[in-house]
């Protein structure tokens, strides 16, 4: 990918080398569906390098030209719908966003999967949970007059330049089908000298080091990433004592000691700081990017793992900027209230497990104020439920991976039922941490799906979780008997070790369930809608 990097942003490609390469990643492979009323032909031509970069293969499933936006014949198996209108083929309508909005929401009501509607040449938008509006106003605005080229509309099918083409190309396939089909980021690693600023601070001292425009840039947005919920913690060979003093004394740094959740600086290996700081936040590599300026770190960091996410900053710190705008899997449509919560609880995490050593389990729970709420069939965390679905890996059953309207389906079926775990104590709130869901069979209930944030594992508290909402299941439906199902993947084992210590014998076979909260250890609610 550092090759692709090259490629993509150093090299500046013309359109002409992006129709020329040849994508070689294979899977996971995608069916993105595209209704339209122009062209789209254009963008799949020029998007696979940036599909390369995002890790992605996708086939596009294209609607012939419709106007009228019947949605007939529509395929509803695809993964996304993109819905590429040019809204100056309404022209002659005189409420041309009533008419648009309308047939979106029909088209919500038809389509179980995520939208992704993208206007073109008019000024109509629209945005719920599942239909995201991309806005082609940046680009219009960076092209000016050769945003349109409706002389080669006969021959390419659409008004939309071939210069445009190639920066929706860019941001679909860097950005926005990453942000709705993969799993996000959740954490940025970065390296100090020059990285985050010129100069080298052991040898530079701190008013040495040069803060040049382009590092400006690329430190406010790193503090950015970092309010919208993404870990940002760094690996450094330095002194810690001076990390923690050229923060404490730079004024003008964009960034602050309190933007990080953890700080490695040290004189080990890159990879042994990068293995320290995933144990801390208790995620894998996997999830991560490393942001270094030194090829040969970032090398051996690819090595030790293999699946971690790398851009090698460059001595121009607006290209490495502009790099981390564009990286796959840092964008978010949504904000959740989770969001905001995450670093405060992993730090809270550090305080828990000194405290932890220092009593028993029991009276360790009970002194820090441990709450869980166990919630029902509430449609209003739905977008919560599907988030995490979608990013749990290490806790979770089946990898259903659910959209948003299956929950919804989900929690509307009286067959079902949805039940979340919230978790609280005296350091913090970690929010909704814990989901499953549960089917009603004849005389037992079976467990569809169970998946638990990885912030909430090594607590002591994942057998309350658990099967505390279990247990809320099987009460919502009236029987005692209990039916699991579980599927082993290549990141699930924390699951699959829970199963076979306390769930094996529910594996095969429905048996008899009977599972209580321990009493006076942890503040239990449970709230049915």
């Avoid at 021959?155 to 942000?179: D, H, I, N, W």
């Avoid at 699930?492 to 769930?503: D, R, S, T, W, Y």
């Amino acid at each position: 990918m550092l090759s692709l990097q090259k490629f993509l942003f150093d090299d500046k490609p013309t359109r002409r080398r992006l129709l020329e390469y040849k994508q070689t990643i294979i899977s996971p492979s995608y069916r993105i569906g595209v209704y339209r009323n122009h062209s789209f032909e254009l963008i799949e031509h020029t998007i696979g390098a940036f599909l390369d970069y995002a890790e992605m293969s996708v086939q596009f499933d294209y609607s012939d030209y419709d106007d009228s936006l019947s949605f007939a014949n529509l395929n509803q198996t695809t993964d996304l719908l993109i819905l590429w209108l040019d809204l100056s083929r309404y022209n002659n309508l005189q409420n041309i966003n009533g008419f648009v909005i309308e047939r979106i929401r029909y088209l919500e009501s038809i389509y179980p999967n995520p939208i992704l509607f993208v206007p073109f040449a008019g000024d109509c938008s629209y945005q719920s949970e599942r239909v995201t509006c991309f806005s082609l106003d940046s680009i219009e605005s960076t092209l000016g007059s050769r945003f349109y080229d409706e002389r080669m509309e006969p021959f390419s099918g659409t008004k939309m330049s071939a210069a445009a083409c190639l920066l929706v190309s860019e941001q679909l396939g860097l950005r926005y089908l990453p942000a709705l089909l993969k799993p996000s980021l959740k954490a940025i690693i970065v390296d100090l000298d020059n990285t985050l600023y010129q100069g080298v601070l052991g040898e530079d001292g701190i008013d040495g080091i040069v803060l040049t425009e382009g590092h400006i840039s690329l430190q406010q947005q790193l503090k950015s990433l970092a309010t919208q919920g993404l870990f940002l913690c760094i690996a450094s060979k330095n002194e810690e004592r001076d990390v923690i003093s050229l923060f404490d004394e730079r004024k003008d740094f964009p960034l602050r000691k309190d933007d990080f959740t953890k700080i490695c600086a040290n004189w080990n290996s890159k990879a042994q700081s990068i293995e320290e700081i995933a144990r801390y936040l208790n995620i894998n590599p996997d999830s991560m990017l490393f942001i270094d300026d030194n090829m040969g770190e970032l090398l051996a960091v690819a090595e030790a793992f293999p699946q971690i996410k790398l851009i090698h900053a460059l001595d121009d710190a607006q290209i490495t900027c502009r790099i981390l705008s564009m990286y796959p899997g840092l964008l978010r449509l949504h904000s959740h209230r989770e969001d905001k919560l995450r670093k405060g609880d992993v730090q809270a995490n550090e305080i828990r497990r000194r405290l932890q050593g220092t009593s028993s389990p029991e009276e360790y729970l009970r002194s820090i104020g441990t709450k869980i709420t166990f919630s029902l069939n509430n449609a209003q965390q739905a977008a919560r439920i599907s988030e995490l679905a979608n990013k749990t890996n290490q806790f979770i059953f089946c990898y259903r991976r659910y959209s948003l309207s299956e929950v919804m389906s989900l929690i509307q079926r009286d067959d079902a039922v949805v039940v979340t775990a919230s978790l609280s104590d005296n350091l913090s709130d970690s929010g909704i941490i814990g989901v499953c869901v549960a089917f009603k069979q004849k005389g037992f209930v079976e467990i569809d799906e169970c998946f638990v944030s990885c912030r909430a594992l090594g607590r002591g508290l994942d057998e309350i979780i658990v099967l505390g909402m279990f247990s809320c299941a099987i009460k919502q439906f009236g029987v005692n008997r209990l039916k699991i199902n579980f599927v082993a993947g290549e990141r699930n084992h924390p699951a699959g070790q829970f199963v076979e210590k306390k769930l094996h014998n529910f594996i095969e076979s429905d048996e008899v369930f009977d599972y209580q909260v321990p009493q006076n250890v942890v503040e239990v609610e449970v709230l049915s809608n």
